[in-house]
């Protein structure tokens, strides 16, 4: 959402968008709903995806199977107690993995107008340099700026590919820290080209030198 979008809202609007898009909502609370609960069901398959939408009936039925087949076995708390830990976990690690690398200060978002395939690729993500052990863990996700311009590469040769070409090294680069700090950022500025934080929606649109100020604290 655009900072003009975001002010065009209604008050009771624009307090349900700082909610959802709240650090703690979105990356703590948000992300087990969605792959619990909404990942189940077909919600974004067109209806001519008669494949995709069976192939989730198909896995629903599976989860159910094997859920089903291990609380009988060992009792359905003792599944729970191991199995919804995990997917809790893991649901939130991987949903800020993947939001963090699209929503940093300086990624670049465009109208179709000037949308272009390698500007969105190596523009709108970022390079995340994780520790060497943790690069490991997660399958080399912070290269996630090469899979946008080829997402056929192997995740085992992404790294050599961004070694490699010196345009996947001009991509904008995010360490832990800065990825932390950067969870603020929610609405994109046309006029300072860049995502800025929610409190910046109530600054004068007419001053950006104070805004972007700010934005450098």
Known sequence: ?????????????????????????????????????????????????????????????????????????????????????????????????FSIQHRFEHAQWMTDASWSFAAASLGGTSYLRLPRLLQWFTGNIGFHHVHHVNPRIPNYRLEECHNADVGFQLASTLTLRTALQALRYA???????????????????????????HSED
Request: proline share 6%; glycine share 6%; with cysteine.
């Open 187 to 213: 609405l994109w500025d046309s006029d300072l080209e860049r995502l800025v934080p929610f409190r910046f929606a109530a600054a004068n649109s007419r001053c950006p030198r104070h805004i972007s100020r």
């Open 1 to 97: 959402m655009t900072v003009a979008e975001y002010r065009a809202l209604e008050r009771w609007r624009r307090y349900l968008v700082r909610l959802t898009n709240h650090p703690i909502v979105a990356n703590l609370l948000l992300p087990p709903l969605v792959f619990v609960i909404l990942y189940r069901v077909p919600f974004d398959a067109a209806k001519g995806w008669r494949r995709e939408r069976r192939g989730i009936y198909l896995t629903n039925l599976a989860l159910v199977a094997l859920i089903g087949s291990l609380g009988l076995a060992l009792g359905y708390g003792h599944v729970a107690a191991v199995q919804l830990p995990i997917m809790v976990i893991a649901s939130i690690v991987g949903v800020w993995l």
